[in-house]
């Protein structure tokens, strides 16, 4: 069973604030990740990591920037919160060289901005 | 320009009945499929996967067929339960890709009791 953990699970925040999501693994796992995903849309990859102090842009361009200086740990941060910013971000995470592997997924933060 | 694509937005069967998913994809690069199952305010669920050098894989009621040729997969459920109702998302990787997951826009599947 995949321990995966990612707080909070729903923040509203008003324009220019800033915010870091929060994400949490437990398996040990080499590789992490960042999707966004709107409704009825797919999974857009913004963010990934190879280990720690790696980081890596996803196919999709965002604002975000992330951190890695700790294995289990993969936080976001949004400097200047914007109402495009709106959507759901899951994290996930996989194991590294030798794959390929399945990733699996936070339960996700939906973050609406006003 | 999507690489992932799922026509089908909503499926609705019959209890009991064969759920049938399909994907199909345009980077002939995939050399991994997987399908994704989610529920409303969760995260994606891993179901099943699929190396491009099987055409067929199976774990209990979920089977997932791979055909190269005409790059498409499908996702068998048989028989449907009540509680497999969820959206159901496509994914595929390459090695040459570093293993990133590029996903389907998902297919909302709805078995009837």
């Known amino acids: 069973e995949a321990d995966i953990y990612q707080t909070p699970r729903y923040l509203v925040i008003g324009t220019g604030k800033k915010i870091t999501l929060e994400c949490s693994q437990t398996?040990?796992?080499?590789?992490m990740y960042w999707y966004q995903q709107d409704p009825g849309m797919e999974l857009h990859l913004i963010h990934y990591?190879?280990?720690?102090?790696?980081?890596e842009k996803g196919d999709l361009s965002s604002e975000s920037t992330v951190s890695r200086i700790r294995t289990e740990h993969f936080p976001l941060t949004l400097e200047s919160a914007r109402p495009s910013h709106t959507s759901q971000y899951l994290c996930?995470?996989?194991?590294?060289?030798?794959?390929?592997?399945?990733?699996?997924f936070g339960p996700g933060t939906r973050l609406t901005v006003t | 320009d999507q690489q992932v694509k799922q026509n089908s937005p909503s499926l609705s069967v019959q209890e009991g009945r064969i759920s049938i998913l399909n994907c199909d994809y345009t980077?002939?690069?995939?050399?991994?499929f997987l399908w994704y199952k989610k529920y409303p305010a969760e995260g994606p669920t891993f179901l099943i996967s699929?190396?491009?050098?099987?055409d067929k894989n199976e774990d209990g009621r979920f089977t997932v067929f791979l055909n190269k040729s005409a790059k498409h997969l499908s996702l068998h459920i048989v028989p449907s339960q009540p509680g497999d109702s969820a959206v159901y998302f496509c994914?595929?990787?390459?090695?040459?890709?570093?293993?990133?997951?590029?996903f389907g826009t998902g297919t909302r599947l709805t078995v009837i009791p």
């Open positions: 980077n002939s690069m995939f050399d991994y």
């Open positions: 398996m040990g796992h080499d590789k």
């Open positions: 699929i190396s491009s050098i099987k």
């Open positions: 996930a995470s996989s194991k590294g060289s030798g794959g390929p592997y399945e990733q699996y």
């Open positions: 990591s190879y280990g720690v102090n790696s980081t």
């Open positions: 994914a595929a990787s390459s090695q040459t890709g570093a293993n990133n997951l590029f």
